[in-house]
């Protein structure tokens, strides 16, 4: 995908698009609603026109190209299956519509039935199917006409927890044993995290950042993109320089910044992101040993299942945290936070006053 830019109507949805997608690979777009990210798939598949800009398929440009010219095949939210036809008659039907007899369209669906693991079920309506089943038919009717990149819209969002999590592992299984290049479209961070070997991360019509799914966690390259992947506690802090050293301030705690991030960090105000699991809660007053140990007071407590989940207030902020330790509801605590686990942008990136 070449400068793509698409809209509706006078609203601009992608802003100049550049996206590369290796065959065999298997990516998925992953952000917030009304990102782009249904709009880009959609402009793949040639269901959303492209208002400029190009989408170049094995040095060919298909943005002008109805979708059945594409050589792609998506997997929609909704499955959309005829009702009133057969487990058959629905993944035979992109073959019968480029005039494939009817004798090779039952052996190519016998096999994928197979495949699937349906074999059987070729007289039954899809009506009369489970919701795994249905998405199992809707992915065979995709791969049926053999097509070079497999779009998915969500297809799991139907599906209840514990299917959702076997059909994430299946169709990462088909889509390796085939070779077929995928472009998955997901909110779901876990799903994008476990099926996907590379993710786009959207951003208002943008790529905010494009990487596997360990570079987008552990180095995410904005705040927004921390923010977006789990890390969601916000903590202010304050850059200072010195001869051959740097330090971070938060209210009255004080550290080391690590030396990898002593030139990236400009003195002044910073924004700092961690998960909820990254501080524990230690004596209130703790000793630093290199970390920030920060005073603060146990505001509330949940159990999850595992560890305990509080609320601590500080002088600065209030953040989760995941403890192994019950504590009282209002003592004091050492809210401790690894420096080298936190996600620090400047306060400007981080779309704060500097």
């Not at 993944?91 to 019968?96: E, N, Q, S």
């Not at 960090?265 to 004596?283: H, N, Q």
């Not at 945290?321 to 504590?327: I, S």
Request: neutral net charge; aromatic residues 6%.
């Amino acid at each position: 995908m070449r400068g793509l830019h698409v809209g509706y109507g006078n609203t601009r949805v992608l802003h100049g698009v550049d996206l590369d997608f290796s065959p065999g690979s298997f990516t998925a777009l992953l952000g917030s609603s009304g990102c782009g990210k249904t709009t880009l798939l959609r402009s793949l598949s040639g269901f959303v026109p492209v208002q400029s800009g190009s989408i170049i398929v094995g040095g060919r440009d298909v943005a002008g190209l109805p979708p059945e010219k594409r050589g792609m095949a998506m997997v929609f939210q909704s499955y959309a299956l005829w009702p009133h036809m057969t487990v058959l008659q629905n993944i035979g039907y992109g073959l019968k519509l480029r005039g494939v007899p009817k004798a090779e369209i039952a052996a190519k669906v016998a096999s994928m039935l197979a495949f699937l693991g349906l074999s059987g079920y070729e007289g039954r309506k899809v009506t009369a199917l489970s919701g795994g089943q249905r998405q199992r038919v809707a992915l065979g009717r995709a791969l049926a006409i053999d097509p070079g990149i497999l779009l998915l819209d969500e297809p799991l969002s139907n599906l209840d927890a514990k299917i959702r999590m076997t059909m994430r592992h299946e169709i990462r299984a088909i889509q390796q044993r085939l070779g077929v290049t995928a472009v998955h479209v997901t909110h779901d961070r876990e799903e994008a995290m476990t099926m996907a070997d590379r993710l786009v991360i959207m951003e208002a019509g943008r790529i905010a950042q494009v990487g596997t799914p360990e570079e987008v966690y552990d180095r995410p390259a904005s705040a927004f993109v921390a923010n977006f992947m789990g890390a969601e506690n916000i903590l202010p802090l304050r850059v200072e320089h010195s001869a051959g050293s740097a330090s971070l301030l938060a209210g009255d705690a004080a550290a080391e910044l690590p030396p990898a991030l002593r030139d990236l960090l400009p003195a002044g105000k910073a924004v700092a992101y961690f998960r909820d699991d990254v501080a524990r809660l230690d004596a209130a007053d703790a000793p630093s040993a290199g970390d920030l140990v920060m005073a603060g007071r146990v505001a509330a407590r949940a159990y999850p299942g595992g560890v305990y989940r509080y609320r601590v207030k500080t002088d600065d902020c209030e953040v989760t945290v995941d403890d192994a330790t019950r504590h009282e509801l209002g003592a004091k605590v050492g809210l401790r936070i690894p420096v080298q686990r936190l996600h620090i942008f400047p306060a400007s990136e981080a779309g704060l006053a500097a």
